[in-house]
C-alpha cells in the first residue's frame, strides 16, 4: 500500500483530486458557503454561523491527521482548465485487515453540477483507492430520492447491495439510503471513459 503523495494531482480528463492542504482553506471555505443552501438537504446538520477559516483550518488539520493515520483521504475536487475547487470526495473510515474498505463521500458545487464533473472524479477515485491505496471495497450510500447521486456511483459500477432504513442522519433527520459498492475484482474502466493516474 501506497499513501497518495499530498501534492500529488490525480488527474481525469477534466477534473483532478489532490489532497485538501492548509493553504486550500480560503477556497474551501469559500466553496462551503457559496453551496451552504444547496448541500443542506444532503448533508449532516450544519450551522451556517461557523464558516469561518478559523473552522476549514482545523477541519484541514483533521484531515491530514486521518490521512497520516491511513484511517481517511480527503480530496479537493478541481477543474484542470482553471485550478478551481469544485467539489469534495472523500474515501472515510479505512479499515484494514480482512475488510479492505473505505466509504466514498462527495459533493459538488451546483453551478457545476450535471456536466459528469463527479463521475469522473469517483472514477479517478477508484483508481486511486484500488491501485494505490490497495483497498478491495468502496462503499457509498445513497438516498433514494437523490437520483443525481445514484447515476455517479452506477456509472462507476457500484452495484446496489441493500437498502438500509435510518441509516445516516442528514439535515437533522435519519434518513433511508441505498448502499452500493464496487470492488477491486471487478472491471475498473470508468463508464465516462476517461481516468488515469497522472
Known sequence: MHAPEPTRRYSSSRVYLELLQ???????????????AYHRPFSPAQDERELQ???????????LERAARDQGY??????RRSGQLVGQLNLNNVVRG????????YSMDE?????????????VACEVAFSVLE???LQAAVMPWNLASIRVVEKNAFRKEGYAPGYLKIAGHWQDH???????????????GGGALL
Not at 477559516?53 to 484531515?63: K, N, R, S, V
Open 111 to 123: 453551478a457545476q453540477t450535471g456536466q459528469g464533473l463527479m463521475s469522473e472524479a469517483l472514477g
Open 53 to 63: 477559516i478559523a473552522e476549514q483550518d482545523a477541519l484541514i488539520a483533521g484531515f
Open 74 to 79: 480527503h480530496f479537493g475536487v478541481f477543474l
Open 178 to 192: 441505498l448502499v452500493y459498492a464496487r470492488r477491486s475484482d471487478q472491471d475498473l474502466t470508468p463508464a465516462f
Open 22 to 36: 492548509r493553504p486550500h482553506a480560503p477556497e474551501l471555505l469559500a466553496y462551503r458557503r457559496r453551496n451552504f
Open 98 to 105: 480482512v475488510f479492505q474498505n473505505a466509504y466514498v463521500g
Open 135 to 137: 483497498l478491495h471495497r
